[in-house]
């Protein structure tokens, strides 16, 4: 997770006190403590370690500054709710062997199912895009925190195809 520290610095300097309380799991005024810790050079395990309490565990801690980094919000968690999300599938992998099964799935699946984000994204709602682009933005940033400036690439949902394993 250090590996994104300047990204999440970036994101809290960026952020007001109303865009903090947005975020998704913060509440009981922990927006105002996660706002005292931006003006120190801290990783973000230092961050957690300053802020955590009995009220606040560091799963917790972690899990609002992975939202702040996805900007993830309080609107996005009732619109992905169970109640009223209409989910998808997206296929990232597969054993060859199981390559009928994954077209059995693709035929008959009641949700869109994305082989390729490129051509079936237009196959989603707009709740569902919206998802999607989540996914996609945590693609980009993940590849972010990658040590070696090649790796560091943007847009690898539209380029990587999905994984078919030979076993």
Not at 150 to 156: E, G, H, I, N, P
């Amino acid at each position: 997770m250090d590996s994104f520290s300047d990204a999440v610095a970036y994101r809290l300097r960026t952020m007001t006190l109303e865009d903090l309380s947005n975020i998704s799991g913060v509440s009981e005024g922990i927006e105002n403590r996660i706002l005292k810790t931006v003006g120190g050079p801290y990783k973000i395990t230092d961050i957690c370690a300053e802020l955590k309490t009995k009220r606040y565990t560091y799963t917790r801690l972690m899990r609002i500054i992975c939202h702040i980094l996805l900007g993830i919000t309080k609107e996005h968690e009732e619109m992905f709710s169970p109640d009223s999300f209409e989910p998808y599938i997206r296929v990232l992998g597969f054993r060859k062997s199981a390559e009928p099964l994954v077209g059995a799935l693709s035929r008959n699946s009641s949700v869109p199912v994305i082989m390729n984000v490129n051509k079936d994204e237009k196959l989603l709602s707009e709740s569902q895009r919206l998802m999607l682009d989540i996914e996609k933005r945590a693609t980009d940033i993940y590849y972010l925190g990658y040590p070696t400036p090649s790796a560091k690439k943007r847009a690898l949902d539209y380029t990587m195809p999905v994984v078919i394993e030979n076993l």
